[in-house]
C-alpha cells in the first residue's frame, strides 16, 4: 500500500511538472514575436525622434588646444629689412566636444535580427557635434613687440590666435574619433539604454544587442 501511494505520488508529480512545462511552452508560442522589419522600424524611429536637427549626440570628450601666433614687423622690408619686434600670442583653450552620428548615415539595413533574437546595429561613422570652449578655464598670453608702431597688435595676434585655437579643439575631436575605440563602445552604450525599453514596450521581452563598432570589433553590452 506504501509503494502505491508512493508511485501515484511520483506519477502525479511528473503529471504536474509536464502540464507546468505545456503551459510555459503555449505562453512561449503565444506571446508577440518582432519581425525583423519592426525592429528596424522601432530602432530607427526612436533614434529619430531624440535627435536634434537629424544628429543623434551620444558622448563628449573634454580636450585642451593650444594655438600660438606671431607676427614680426620691419622696417623697410624690402630692402634694409629692419626687425622692429614680434608680437606673440599664445592660447590655451580647454573645451568639450560633443559627437554622435547622423541618423540619415544609419540604414535599414544596417539593423538586423539575429537568429539567436539578438538586435544586432552596424554604427554609422561618428562626427563631432559641437565644440564649446571653456571660456572661464582659457589662458591666454601676449607678448607685444612693437607696440608703438603698431597699437593694435597684440589685439589682433590675439584674436586670430583664439581662432586657430578653436579650430583645433574641432579638428584634435575628429582625430580622437578616428584613433580611438571608447567613443564607439560610450556610443552602443546609449543605444542600448534608449532601446531597450522601446523595444521591451512593442513586445520584446528582454532585449539583447550585438554592436558592429569597428571594421574588426563586435560589442554585446548587458545590462
Known amino acids: 500500500m506504501v509503494r502505491f501511494a508512493r508511485r501515484l505520488g511520483v506519477r502525479l508529480v511528473a503529471a504536474g511538472l509536464l502540464v507546468l512545462a505545456g503551459v510555459a511552452l503555449a505562453v512561449w508560442l503565444?506571446?508577440?514575436?518582432?519581425t525583423e522589419?519592426?525592429?528596424?522600424?522601432?530602432?530607427?524611429?526612436?533614434?529619430?525622434?531624440?535627435?536634434?536637427?537629424?544628429?543623434?549626440?551620444?558622448?563628449?570628450l573634454d580636450i585642451t588646444a593650444t594655438a600660438t601666433v606671431e607676427n614680426t614687423r620691419y622696417l623697410f622690408p624690402d630692402l634694409l629689412r629692419f626687425d622692429l619686434g614680434t608680437t606673440r600670442a599664445t592660447v590655451r583653450m580647454p573645451g568639450r566636444i560633443a559627437y554622435g552620428f547622423d541618423v540619415t548615415a544609419l540604414r535599414p539595413e544596417d539593423i538586423r535580427l539575429g537568429e539567436d533574437g539578438v538586435v544586432e546595429v552596424t554604427l554609422p561613422g561618428l562626427h563631432v557635434f559641437s565644440a564649446e570652449p571653456n571660456l572661464a578655464a582659457m589662458e591666454v598670453e601676449t607678448d607685444v613687440g612693437w607696440?608703438?608702431?603698431?597699437?593694435?597688435?597684440?589685439?589682433?595676434?590675439?584674436?586670430?590666435?583664439?581662432?586657430?585655437?578653436?579650430?583645433?579643439?574641432?579638428?584634435?575631436?575628429?582625430a580622437h574619433l578616428e584613433t580611438t575605440t571608447q567613443p564607439r563602445l560610450n556610443t552602443a552604450e546609449a543605444l542600448r539604454?534608449?532601446?531597450?525599453?522601446?523595444?521591451?514596450?512593442?513586445?520584446?521581452?528582454?532585449?539583447?544587442?550585438?554592436?558592429?563598432?569597428?571594421?574588426?570589433?563586435?560589442?554585446?553590452?548587458?545590462?
Not at 589685439?155 to 590666435?161: D, E, K, L, N, S
Not at 586657430?164 to 584634435?172: I, K
Request: no cysteine.
Open 37 to 60: 522589419t519592426e525592429v528596424r522600424q522601432v530602432v530607427v524611429s526612436t533614434i529619430q525622434q531624440e535627435a536634434p536637427a537629424s544628429f543623434f549626440v551620444t558622448g563628449t
Open 147 to 174: 607696440a608703438r608702431t603698431y597699437a593694435g597688435s597684440g589685439q589682433r595676434a590675439t584674436q586670430q590666435a583664439l581662432r586657430v585655437a578653436h579650430e583645433a579643439l574641432r579638428r584634435q575631436g575628429e
Open 30 to 34: 503565444l506571446q508577440p514575436r518582432l
Open 193 to 223: 539604454k534608449l532601446l531597450t525599453p522601446v523595444l521591451q514596450a512593442a513586445g520584446l521581452a528582454d532585449p539583447q544587442f550585438r554592436f558592429q563598432v569597428g571594421p574588426h570589433l563586435v560589442m554585446e553590452p548587458t545590462g
